[in-house]
């Protein structure tokens, strides 16, 4: 957020530097890049600012991955997959765990999948590509069709706090109106069980 919001204000190194920063401690931060290179229109110094500030943020991220590759051989192993295969899979889940488990059970499932499913349809639905957080929202839009399965299984931890940038954008951007309101609901069923965050598992043994 703060990333983004100096961005606006035109500090494109400032934003760089906090948000290359943001790539080392959530590596699918480095999509955020793609919020400096700017829309259609402007000239080709601004091109070439935002495509070396693009750089200088993904580089912190680019680097840190090199030495865990370098280390342990592998990196981001099952966080991405065919587009839409993990997304799909979920979707044909949801009925099943309906059916066996119930809705109490599975909501933390259904909630995810609806809160994702909106928050990406109004991001879609409102373009606003001169807007830098709408460029990121987008760009963490399209990451939810690539995401592995692996962040599916986990309702908690997976996919929200993934696409954290994607809700951002679109509770900043969603329309002010009833219909909206509805919407805005909606894109935040996961507020419902946000307290299962700070449950703590006593160790046993």
Not at 15 to 42: Q, Y
Not at 63 to 87: N, R
Request: hydrophobic share 60%; net charge positive.
């Amino acid at each position: 957020a703060a990333g983004v919001r100096a961005l606006e204000l035109g500090r494109h190194w400032l934003a760089a530097g906090i948000l290359g920063a943001a790539g080392l401690v959530r590596e699918t931060s480095i999509v955020v890049a793609s919020a400096f290179v700017p829309p259609a229109g402007p000239g080709p110094r601004a091109w070439r600012r935002g495509l070396l500030a693009a750089l200088l943020c993904a580089v912190p991220a680019v680097a840190w991955s090199a030495v865990l590759l370098a280390h342990y051989g592998s990196v981001f192993k099952g966080a991405l997959d065919v587009p839409i295969v993990a997304l799909m899979k979920e979707i044909g889940r949801i009925p099943v765990l309906l059916q066996t488990s119930g809705a109490l059970e599975s909501r933390k499932e259904l909630f995810v999948l609806i809160a994702t499913l909106v928050q990406v349809a109004v991001l879609f639905a409102r373009p606003l590509p001169a807007l830098p957080l709408w460029r990121v929202g987008a760009v963490f839009a399209c990451l939810a069709f690539l995401l592995g399965w692996e962040f599916w299984m986990d309702p908690v931890n997976g996919v929200p706090r993934s696409l954290l940038p994607l809700s951002l954008a679109f509770n900043v951007l969603a329309p002010r109106t009833r219909g909206g309101l509805v919407l805005l609901l909606a894109g935040n069923l996961t507020v419902v069980f946000a307290p299962d965050v700070l449950t703590v598992v006593p160790i046993t043994g």
